[in-house]
């Protein structure tokens, strides 16, 4: 399986961190677009603001004579998606991961509610890889460690038997027949 490199760890914290924000920030605007529809489409209303009717006002559809919200929010929403799928696709190449989480990632900024519900799954699967990752390269550094402690102990004679060893193991593995020694009754 390929995995993140542990070099690029504070990159992929600082990626989740980006993802999360635009995730977030993805879902209120995908909400604010959903109520805007609502109107829009279900009672042909628009959001119009600083216009005739004050700060903040439901007016007919077409008739907006200030700053359109709902045009605006449509717009900002549609562009803060892709700053949303660069944010995931950074995070999806940095985790190394296959192709169907990134599908699941930007699946999140096109279903209301998804985005949440996807931060918080995949902010979870980031942080527990990555504490599985550090656990493994520190068990493997502690056994590095221990070997090269016993390799220290070792006499050149007892280093000398112990390469010869592996040398007939590894030429037993390559062609698949026993060598001489291990027909002998070597261990």
Same mark, same amino acid.
């Given at each position: 399986m390929d995995r993140p490199r542990p070099e690029s760890f504070?990159?992929?914290? &600082?990626?989740l961190r980006c993802y999360q924000i635009t995730s977030y920030i993805t879902g209120v605007l995908l909400l604010l677009l959903v109520v805007e529809m609502i109107f829009k489409y279900g009672f042909h209303l628009e959001f119009d603001a600083f216009g005739a009717f004050g700060v903040l006002? &439901?007016?007919?559809e077409g008739t907006t004579s200030g700053v359109n919200l709902s045009l605006w929010v449509l717009i900002v929403h549609g562009w803060f998606y892709v700053v949303y799928l660069i944010a995931c696709f950074v995070l999806w190449q940095l985790m190394r991961w296959p192709l169907l989480w990134l599908l699941a990632m930007a699946?999140?900024?096109?279903?209301?509610?998804?985005?949440?519900?996807?931060?918080?799954?995949?902010? $979870?699967?980031?942080?527990?890889?990555l504490r599985g990752y550090q656990r493994h390269d520190a068990e493997r550094e502690r056994e590095r460690a221990e070997l090269s402690d016993f390799e220290a102990t070792l006499s050149d004679e007892e280093?000398?038997?112990?390469?010869?060893?592996?040398? $007939?193991? &590894?030429?037993?593995? $390559?062609?698949?027949?026993?060598?001489?020694?291990?027909s002998e009754g070597r261990p």
């Open positions: 504070p990159r992929i914290n &600082l990626a006002a &439901l007016v007919p699946a999140g900024g096109v279903v209301p509610f998804m985005s949440f519900i996807t931060e918080m799954f995949m902010a $979870r699967k980031v942080r527990t890889e280093r000398a038997r112990i390469d010869a060893e592996v040398e $007939r193991e &590894l030429a037993e593995r $390559r062609t698949g027949t026993p060598t001489a020694d291990a």
